[in-house]
């Protein structure tokens, strides 16, 4: 079905909508507070029941909708590579994320857990984190982006193993109507959405929304193909882009109704097998989509019940010509992987007790559809040989946790979650974290978990990942935070954290075999200052440094020791205006032939108004400001026949983004 179709559907439903009477938007815009006061509003991502952020065993960071707005976000990775100790890496068909010691060539998936409103949202294929256009969510919808480091397993269970992020949508009364916007950017890029959010007078609040984004993208050269037999080097066309989304959220009387789709076709400018042709056509598509109901519910004034049922699809489709097919007259690969999954959770939360809050839970998850299949054709299309691979799971989760008051100052933090499922061996997930509190100003936070992730479906394909070898990792992480309020416009937070991962796979040669035998340690610090005063200044800087070792002792891969960045936001022209500035650094990394990378520094300037001026609001974006041309560590550990490599792949130079609103 054409996106025309799915917009004319969305602006049919708003002509419905609009005709029924509506409530005002309520005060307290989310958007408009700063950290001081955000840090009084409750949070669902940090122990999956409702309490303060500032009571988090974790550091937490947050990115609020003001936040996005001042500094041009457009995508998930351009809000993590503003978070301290995080960046992203670029290989040209994902953004990846990296930090904390993962982020190597080979952490790509399943690690890192991405919470959409509480729901947990990687595809049961990879358990991939979409940050790029292929994400489920514009930018606009959202209220805030939680990051909650180290382990989360204790609550979420596998692959919340270094960490989560979460992101919480917007309310229909963030709208208060209909907005359509246009956007504008380097490269043939060009983007169209449509809104509608209300708040109505019988407490019913629904958000709809819709968008289409297309991209010519660039003529890419890479060195390693710098011969005559290749374009001499030069990728044509084939950095192409297209997205659609949509999203939808109803809810009254306690109950919760969302969807989001997402469909996502990228040209890769690559050549990521040693078998396929450079320059020609390699096209991915990832569709992802999920429905959820949630019911909350008191039960009695010292026990709330929350239940929620989530059912998710993907599908991943990609062609790829061969570089030489004479032998076999195989020319073509394609490949078709679909997954289909549901999950129930059922939450209490009871303060039957003085100075405790108990949080219980089961979750149900049955993976009933992890699909692959290859075909390889001739150059007329005739299907030469084919393998398929089919799996499912089921896993049963009980989960407890207990924050326990001691005193005025001290609180005990105590959980625990038991995973079972159908093809593994049960999982215990414990967490302690202790959390005193001196004085109204400080807070100290230090905490001990372990985690664990299942193998994915793609770690257990025979063909492509480590078939009957596969095996659970597992991390033991401890953490120590500091929070200090030096006054009611300037915060600091300081964490020192250490991870010991073990059972990793790695190659025997002696068994020409993987193992669940390998074991990596990474330690840090991280360090942050952010302000914000009443004249409408605002202010953000980190710094973190880390040691990452992998599995063989040495230093890992694509992992970064320094990490910088600063953040500054100022209204302008009587607050009608507002420019933020972003500067980051990211120090030498590894590549996956042992090469040193330089440093890199880049900034970002933004302007966006401030004010409405007859529906009407802008903002302006340019990217790597100064043009810096610098390098991402590649995942492609092969040479091509030229003999050059290619472990590194030059990143965007100078980009220019501009989006206009206009609300009805």
Do not use: C
């Amino acid at each position: 079905m054409g996106f025309s179709r799915y917009l004319l559907g969305v602006l049919a439903l708003v002509s419905l909508l609009r005709g029924i009477p509506a409530q005002g938007a309520e005060p307290g815009d989310l958007t408009e507070e700063p950290f001081s006061q955000l840090l009084q509003r409750e949070v669902l991502s940090a122990s999956k029941m409702a309490r303060q952020i500032s009571d988090s065993p974790s550091a937490v960071a947050i990115v609020t909708a003001e936040d996005i707005r001042a500094y041009g976000y457009r995508t998930l990775a351009d809000v993590i590579n503003g978070i301290r100790g995080l960046y992203t890496t670029f290989d040209r068909r994902y953004q990846y994320m990296g930090g904390r010691g993962f982020g190597g060539t080979d952490d790509y998936a399943g690690r890192i857990m991405l919470l959409i409103d509480g729901y947990a949202t990687q595809d049961n294929l990879f358990n991939q984190v979409y940050l790029d256009e292929s994400g489920l969510l514009d930018l606009e919808l959202v209220e805030r982006v939680e990051y909650v480091p180290g382990t989360g397993s204790a609550t979420y269970g596998s692959n919340a193993l270094l960490g989560i992020i979460n992101v919480v949508t917007r309310q229909g009364r963030d709208f208060n109507g209909l907005q359509l916007s246009g956007e504008a950017a380097s490269h043939g890029g060009w983007k169209r959405r449509v809104t509608y959010g209300k708040h109505f007078d019988n407490g019913a609040e629904v958000l709809l929304s819709a968008s289409a984004l297309d991209s010519d993208g660039q003529d890419l050269h890479f060195p390693a193909y710098d011969t005559p037999a290749t374009n001499h080097g030069l990728a044509e066309g084939m950095d192409r882009e297209r997205s659609r989304r949509l999203f939808g959220k109803l809810s009254q009387d306690g109950w919760t109704i969302e969807g989001a789709y997402a469909d996502r076709r990228k040209g890769v400018p690559t050549n990521p097998s040693p078998l396929t042709a450079f320059n020609t056509p390699f096209k991915i598509q990832d569709e992802n989509a999920f429905v959820s109901v949630r019911h909350e519910a008191d039960l009695s004034l010292q026990l709330q019940s929350a239940s929620s049922l989530f059912v998710g699809y993907y599908a991943y489709r990609n062609l790829r010509q061969y570089a030489d097919y004479s032998e076999d007259n195989e020319k073509y690969g394609q490949r078709d992987f679909d997954g289909r999954w549901w999950s129930f959770d059922q939450k209490f939360v009871g303060t039957w007790f003085a100075g405790h809050t108990l949080v219980s839970g089961l979750e149900l998850r049955r993976d009933f559809l992890q699909k692959f299949r290859w075909r390889y054709l001739s150059p007329t299309g005739e299907v030469l040989w084919r393998h398929d691979e089919s799996f499912d799971r089921s896993t049963t989760s009980l989960y407890l946790t207990d924050e326990l008051r001691l005193n005025d100052r001290w609180t005990l933090n105590l959980g625990a979650r038991w995973d079972a499922a159908d093809d593994l061996d049960a999982n215990w997930s414990p967490r302690l974290a202790l959390i005193y509190q001196p004085d109204a100003q400080t807070t100290w936070k230090a905490s001990y978990s372990e985690a664990f992730k299942m193998p994915n479906a793609y770690d257990r394909s025979s063909y492509i990942g480590y078939g009957a070898s596969a095996a659970p990792e597992y991390v033991a992480a401890s953490e120590l935070t500091m929070q200090h309020q030096f006054s009611a416009q300037l915060r600091f937070t300081g964490s020192v954290y250490n991870y010991r991962r073990s059972d990793q796979m790695v190659f025997r040669e002696a068994l020409d075999d993987y193992l669940a035998a390998g074991s990596s340690r990474t330690s840090g610090i991280e360090l942050e200052l952010e302000g914000a005063w009443n004249n409408g200044l605002r202010t953000r800087g980190s710094l973190a440094w880390q040691q990452a070792r992998a599995v063989d002792g040495g230093q890992l891969a694509n992992s970064p020791k320094v990490l910088g960045k600063l953040n500054l936001s100022v209204p302008l022209l009587a607050h009608g205006l507002r420019g933020g500035l972003e500067a980051q650094y990211v120090g030498p990394r590894q590549t996956l032939e042992n090469r040193r990378l330089g440093a890199y520094a880049l900034a970002n300037l933004t302007l966006s108004s401030e004010r409405k001026w007859y529906g009407l609001s802008a903002s302006f974006s340019v990217r790597n400001l100064f043009d810096r041309d610098y390098e991402a560590v590649s995942p492609f550990d092969w040479r091509p026949d030229s003999g050059i490599r290619q472990d590194s792949l030059r990143m965007d130079g100078r980009t220019y983004w501009f989006q206009l609103n206009y609300d009805l």
